[in-house]
């Protein structure tokens, strides 16, 4: 199983950017896929997760407002839709796929329940 994450960059504050998650070999039919992000020395934070099961997202409150999750038609690929940038979401961003989490508001954001993990995409906001 492979994820490749794209669309890092460097922006200023209050920028966008778009990061895209190839999801096109990673072929179970049942997942919780999402995005994590860590800075150096701190550990690894989940930013949002969509769910197979009825299509749920979920957000991380320090995102909501600014961030969507979404996924194209295919469901090949995952989008993580940033806005209203802050320099504290400086990170590596990571698109994370399993296909037995179950997805839910209690579970999604535990980073350590992701068996699959893409190499990362780095996000500078100054």
């Known amino acids: 199983v492979q994820l490749v994450e794209s669309g890092g960059g460097s922006v200023q504050a209050g920028g966008s950017l778009r990061l895209s998650c190839d999801a096109s070999?990673?072929?179970?039919?049942?997942?919780?896929m999402g995005w994590s992000r860590q800075i150096p020395d701190k550990e690894r934070e989940g930013v949002a997760a969509?769910?197979?099961?009825?299509?749920?997202?979920y957000l991380a409150d320090f995102v909501k407002g600014r961030f969507t999750i979404s996924q194209d038609g295919a469901k090949n690929t995952l989008f993580l839709e940033m806005n209203s940038l802050k320099p504290e979401d400086t990170a590596k961003y990571y698109c994370?796929?399993?296909?037995?989490?179950?997805?839910?508001?209690?579970?999604?954001?535990?980073?350590?329940?992701?068996?699959?993990w893409g190499q990362g995409t780095q996000v500078t906001v100054s």
């Open positions: 070999r990673y072929t179970y039919s049942s997942y919780c």
């Open positions: 994370a796929a399993d296909r037995t989490l179950a997805c839910t508001s209690g579970s999604w954001a535990i980073t350590q329940l992701y068996d699959y």
């Open positions: 969509i769910s197979s099961r009825g299509g749920s997202a």
